[in-house]
Nanobody, 126 residues
Framework: QVQLVESGGGLVQPGGSLRLSCEAS????????IGWFRQAPGKEREGVSR????????YYTNSVKGRFTISRDNAKNTVYLQMNSLKPEDTAVYYC???????????????????WGQGTQVTVSS
């Protein structure tokens, strides 16, 4: 059983930065695609960014392109989401999730992810 624990959320002013971490235990992340998702109050969970296992190919939803950066450190069994130039509309609970893959395939559908973290709250407000 894989466990994922997110950290790094908090309250930040518009324009500020946060770095989220997602640490895994129970298995190595080397052969998993990893996704970051978020869910704002009253809204559906949406994909924010994904990174593949084989060549660390990255994908971003349009609203965060140029502001967020996903990365992985397999030696630390951890994935990160660096969030810069934060906006109030980025306020949400952020979740990491993993799906087994030894290629550059990264699932877009929430249903295709095998394990989820408990989430970390990000609030962007002045």
């Amino acid at each position: 059983q894989v466990q994922l624990v997110e950290s790094g959320g908090g309250l930040v002013q518009p324009g500020g930065s946060l770095r989220l971490s997602c640490e895994a235990s129970g298995d190595r992340l080397d052969y998993y695609a990893i996704g970051w998702f978020r869910q704002a109050p009253g809204k559906e969970r949406e994909g924010v960014s994904r990174i593949s296992s084989r060549h660390s190919r990255t994908y971003y939803t349009n609203s965060v392109k140029g502001r967020f950066t996903i990365s992985r450190d397999n030696a630390k069994n951890t994935v990160y989401l660096q969030m810069n130039s934060l906006k109030p509309e980025d306020t949400a609970v952020y979740y990491c999730a993993i799906a087994w893959s030894n290629t550059d395939w990264t699932p877009q559908s929430i249903d295709e992810y095998d394990y989820w973290g408990q989430g970390t709250q990000v609030t962007v407000s002045s």
